[in-house]
């Protein structure tokens, strides 16, 4: 994209909008980002002081969540709102654990979806649909998606960094229905952006950045829990993504919080 075409198509124009998958990829330290993008993630980082470390910390907790779920025995993943491909994949971490791991990639940016693809084509037990996560049933009776899930043994659910782009009422239904259709001892992984108390114009500059592509919504932290109703979480509980099992620096800034919990399906 910015700098190579690794889907192996022709190369791709500049876009007129800024794109937020591509915006997390540069804050990652990507090169699957534009000029449009990078200048919206500098605007986010003016924001928020803090956003480039909470994503890397974000997905340093997925990696953590992931080595947890494959070290527990699941050995079948269900990723929604995969992101364009980031080293390490959660593939590559559980498969360091059972190199016999099956994931299912699901995401609705077609971009995500054929770099994802791309990947798939030469990594076996893995695959990579185009869904709208809103839309569990389609998701789950999705012949690609079953090819690499089996919904009666447990799996690891992620919702890793999504939620915030989902309704923040619909959110916990969502997350419900498709626990419902898990096994138990699945092991559900979920991290949003949270704010309780953030300055309105804070609020809306944030807002601005996404609103060309995606709206963005903050969870608010009491909310955020709601999301785990009927499961058993794991220690430590609902906390900051950096301290799930991680080195417990402090990543709250201007009152904007990435939380993070795993949890059982008993
Ligand atoms: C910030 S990235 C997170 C990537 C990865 N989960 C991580 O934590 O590193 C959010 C991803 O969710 C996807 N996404 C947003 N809304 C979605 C939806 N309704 N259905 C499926 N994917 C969605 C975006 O396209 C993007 O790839």
Redesign the pocket.
Known sequence: MGHEDRSGGAAEQEPLLPN??RI?DYLLGGKDNFAVDRQAAEHLQHAIPGVRESARA??RF?VRAVQLMAESGIGQFL??????P?SPNVHEVARDVDPEVTVAY????PT?TAFNRALRADTPRVVAVH????HPAEVLADPVVRQAIDLNAPLGL?L???LH??DRRDAAALVTSYVDQLAPGSLVAI?AACAADLAAPDVARIQAVYSAT?PFVFHHPDEFALLFDGLELAEPGIVEVSKWRGDGLSLSYAGMTFLAGVARKT
């Open positions: 937020p998958v997390y974000n997905r997925l990723d929604l709102g995969t992101g364009l980031t699901v995401d609705n940016d995500v869904h709208d996560l809103r992620l890793v960094a999504v782009f989902v991290s995606t």
